[in-house]
């Protein structure tokens, strides 16, 4: 330090200059490289016709022609469902076709694949879930999705008479149609809702309640035995998120679904059923009944202090049981409930938010797309059912019927599957618009952060919604649900 | 002679050029081109938008806050750690007083060095799971946890550190202070080295203490490495995306309610979750742009006359 070598006394060579030789050649290179064809190259270069599978002749119990010993690529979101089922997938599609089967299971889904889609080099599986999943609507008007119409009509692997089409429960063609055309596989039946411990239910004497007040009121007296009314995995709102929209559904009926999903005017803002659900969750917020410090965990922190019985109720999805299978009390007694009602509402007690979730697809520029439909043929068989029951402890989109009967789901997700039977089809409802808008969906979730975190007030709420509701609309003027 | 040395000097530079020109410029000049774009991100299909997405970036409420989110840690930042990293430096090697007049750090100093380098040692993915569970939100977390066990808590209604708009940021601050300051300790420290003994024995026998000789000696002799260490930390205040996306809320961090927005994490939604990457791109080279000005910028203001020793 200190000492400056440049006048140390070493000559000074004459001719080009060390400086002048570093700046011929940044200036080379600064000249060379614009003519290597902008935009060409790199980050959204590549493409073409890379070596494409060869398929043999299409019959019967083969649909899509699938010829032996091709690679398979086959990419899985790793999220609370793990990916052991696809493994199980993977190994049956290898002993009936050979070749070798790729496996990955990651979190980061859009970070792994968004450079293969760019390069044209996407897996021939997709599994495209979670919170960094890459979105459908931007896989669509990019032209990365097979059409899965061909696979609708493939006869069924279990019983060549019927096709896939007949045998998937109702909802889920509607919910993987993208532009008129069949694109994503929604494979697991999923319900939301919140849960509970029976257990502790027992232990205090609670009755499953009907009502919000009734809710309410074992929050308080959960409050007052050191207990936290509601537990919700505070640093994803997405979570809250279900509470709130599942019960402005339950008060205002499929109106107030559709006024969300359709962008309306009144959505949020005049909406009487938004509002009163509102202020109904506001209550648990304003009379201190959230499990301390809840708004700030991590979703499976607080999943895991439910499980210690810190807090009576949580929200989430079926795949709750098999996310928390290690922290959760053997004596624990998972237990499914549909969101209380408020008075008057449009939708009954029994009715909840079903919907196929986990969309699996197959790129369109992937190497062996006749493989890729033919996995998801196979997942929609007896053996892909049982295997996905069986590690997942979770339903497909076919049903119980395919699963064999020596599997046995969880005592948990077996409540979830009971309050699902007792809720007729037509009064099951699902949200779109999350799927649809990833930035209202996003502007909704701060939303809410706010308000449980009692930093506003449910006007402001509902008025920060509309905001977002109506800028979506201006940007989107045709809606998509009719 | 010289027509030997050309080609000679130019092998050796061949390569280091080349990689630095695919691997930094390229992309900087892709990002800009896809920045006129409206590139989802996801095919090889764009149009071209002219600066529509520059003149979308002026009006957008989140990108500004963001931007005051990078500018408050931009001053934070490397003042705190060089501040902090200075005293610990010169309190380490001379600070100290006693001995028969020579110039040594405070008493264990050898010791301290030590610690304060452990921070550096831990990558920024293993410090981010550290300070999750000292600012977790509910009884479990250390601060909480220790503020309850003394009494100073309360237990129903707990301090979220990272779910508070008034305090997610200065807690980001906290860490990269604590994470920077004993690299820099170790950088002034090797700098106070080199300085003579014997100017430092001067002040002394003048009867400088403490003060006047960190002031008056210290000081103006290590000019140059704190204006480096000020455009290192700079820079690292422009990013700090690893740190802010694991420990807050919302895709890629930011939250709660974008209160710990920074330019790069609404990059990456934008980007990712959004799928609007040439609005993302148009951000990157906002960033480009202002991190070089502050570079510039500091080391234009900071320049003084070299003192030689």
Known sequence: ?482 | MHRKKYPFIAGFLVLPVGLYVLLVIWPYLQTISYSFTDWSGASQNFNFVGLDNYKDLANDDVFIKALQHNALLLVLVPTLTILLSLFFAFMVNVGGRGGAGGVSGVKGSAFYRVIFFFPQVLSIAILAILFKAVYRGDDSGLINGTLQAVGLGDKSNPTEWLNDPDLVLWCIVFVMVWAGAGFYMVLFSAAMQSIPKDIYEAALLDGAGRFQTFFRVTLPLLWETIQTAWVFLAILSMDAFLLISTLTSQDFGGGPDHSSEVISTYLMRNFQTYSKSGYACAMGVVMLLLTLIVSIVTLRLSRRDRIEF
């Not at chain 1, 790729?102 to 599986?125: C, I, M, W, Y």
């Not at chain 1, 909802?171 to 919140?194: D, N, P, R, S």
């Open chain 1, 1 to 482: 330090m200190g000492s400056t070598p440049g006048t140390s006394g070493r000559p000074e060579t004459s001719g080009v200059g060390r400086r002048d030789l570093i700046k011929r050649a940044a200036a080379l290179g600064i000249i060379s490289v614009p003519t290597m064809g902008f935009l060409s190259a790199c980050a959204s270069g590549g493409g073409g016709d890379n070596d494409k599978a060869k398929t043999v002749k299409k019959t019967k119990n083969n649909p899509f022609g699938v010829a032996k010993d091709n690679d398979l690529d086959v990419f899985i979101f790793k999220g609370g469902y793990g990916d052991a089922y696809a493994k199980a997938w993977e190994a049956s599609f290898e002993k009936k076709y050979g070749g070798s089967v790729a496996h990955s299971g990651e979190q980061d889904v859009t970070g792994k694949l968004q450079p293969r889609f760019n390069k044209g080099n996407p897996p021939d599986v997709v599994d495209d879930s979670g919170s960094k999943k890459m979105k459908l609507d931007t896989l669509h008007k990019e032209g990365h999705l097979t059409d899965l119409t061909q696979l609708l009509d493939a006869p069924s692997i279990d019983d060549p008479s019927k096709k896939i089409r007949d045998i998937m429960l109702p909802g889920t063609i509607e919910q993987g149609t993208f532009g008129g055309k069949f694109h994503a596989l929604f494979y697991v039946y999923a319900t939301w809702g919140l849960w509970y411990s029976n257990k502790l239910f027992k232990k205090h004497g609670w009755k499953v309640p009907k009502t919000w007040d009734e809710m309410l009121d074992i929050m308080k007296d959960a409050k007052s035995k050191g207990i936290g009314g509601l537990a919700h995995q505070g640093k994803y709102p997405y979570y809250m998120n279900i509470v709130i929209m599942d019960l402005i559904a339950k008060t205002g009926g499929m109106d107030a679904v559709k006024a969300i999903d359709n962008l309306d005017k009144k959505a949020f803002v005049g909406n009487p059923a938004a509002e009163r659900a509102i202020e109904a969750v506001y209550e648990i917020v304003e009379k201190g009944l959230l499990m301390p410090g809840t708004n700030s965990l991590e979703h499976t922190e607080a999943q895991t202090k439910w499980n210690e019985y810190k807090a009576v109720f949580i929200p989430s999805g079926s795949w709750l049981e098999n996310e928390q299978a290690k922290q959760t009390p053997d004596d624990f007694e998972m237990t499914f409930l549909p969101l209380p009602l408020l008075p008057d509402s449009k939708m009954k007690l029994h009715a909840l938010r079903t919907g196929a979730d986990e969309p699996f697809i197959v790129p369109s520029k992937a190497k062996n797309v006749a493989g890729g439909l033919e996995f998801l043929r196979r997942m929609l068989s007896k053996e892909g059912a049982t295997a996905f029951a069986k590690e997942a402890s979770s339903l497909s989109v076919i049903g119980p019927e395919y699963v064999d009967k020596s599997v046995q789901l969880r005592p948990g997700i077996k409540t979830a599957l009971a309050a699902v039977d007792a809720c007729p089809v037509d009064e099951r409802f699902n949200f779109r618009y999350s799927e649809w808008y990833g930035e209202l969906d996003v502007a909704i979730q701060n939303a809410t952060g706010e308000l449980m975190a009692k930093r506003i007030t449910p006007k402001k709420w509902l008025e920060r919604c509309q905001a977002a509701v109506d800028k979506e609309a201006e940007k989107n003027p045709d809606t998509k649900r009719k």
